[in-house]
């Protein structure tokens, strides 16, 4: 099987929702598709392209498989994230400069008489 690369896998909003399912610790494939309104092969699918891109794990127990979380994956996306998050931070900040002006202004013309 060939592998997924990690940004593909993470492209689609199901994948994602099903790795915050993960968060918490491991989950039977049954539960993870009880929270869409897709049927479960298709969730299954979704599982197969995470497990693929190495961002899960499959675990056979009995009739049930159970996912759990592998982030390893995840710290390739969070370096390349990186400069961004710092761009963004610098907007937000000058955007919560602009509030606070706008804030200042509109409280001095409350208590104008």
Do not use: C
Not at 11 to 17: E, F, G, I, L, W
Not at 61 to 86: D, I, K, M, N, S
Request: glycine content about 8%; overall charge neutral.
């Amino acid at each position: 099987m060939p592998p997924v690369d990690v940004y593909s896998a993470l492209a689609n909003p199901v994948r994602r929702k099903l790795l915050e399912g993960l968060i918490g610790g491991a989950r039977a494939a049954g539960d993870l598709a009880g929270e869409f309104s897709l049927s479960r092969p298709a969730v299954s699918e979704h599982l197969s392209v995470l497990r693929k891109a190495g961002l899960v794990r499959e675990e056979p127990r009995g009739r049930h498989r159970y996912y759990h979380l592998q982030p390893e994956p995840l710290a390739e996306v969070g370096a390349w994230l990186h400069p961004f998050e710092r761009y963004w931070r610098a907007r937000m900040g000058a955007l919560s400069d602009v509030l606070d002006e706008i804030s200042m202004t509109s409280d001095s013309k409350d208590d104008s008489p």
